[in-house]
């Protein structure tokens, strides 16, 4: 269930991210398209609010590959060890006998 939900935020932050991007860079494009159409207030706001969309964007699409490289790299250097039950079979529990003799006891 966990890393359901870690795929879940990480796929929403690669969208929120590419989101921002795409909003930043169409911001500059409509301000370069219709320059001298609005004030200059209007202008420079919407430059600055493109500028940092774009940048928070960048920021977030890059930690983001960070983190998965990371994870990624993290979880094949994992040996694994336990072998996959189906959901609905009982796990069976051996007991081992001890084949020294036990000095302790």
């Keep these: 269930m966990t890393s359901r939900n870690t795929e879940k935020h990480f796929q929403w932050a690669l969208e929120s991210g590419a989101v921002l991007v795409v909003v930043g860079v169409g911001l500059n494009i409509l301000v370069m398209q219709t320059l001298g159409s609005f004030d200059t207030a209007s202008v420079i706001l919407a430059l600055f609010l493109g500028f940092w ?7 977030v699409l890059f930690f ?5 490289f990371m994870r990624k790299r993290e979880m094949s250097a994992k040996p694994v060890t ?11 529990l051996q007991a081992r006998r001890h084949t020294q003799p036990c000095h302790a006891c």
């Design 53 to 59: 969309a774009f940048v928070l964007g960048n920021s």
């Design 82 to 92: 336990v072998q996959a039950v189906r959901e609905n079979q009982p796990v069976v």
């Design 64 to 68: 983001s590959s960070i983190w998965l």
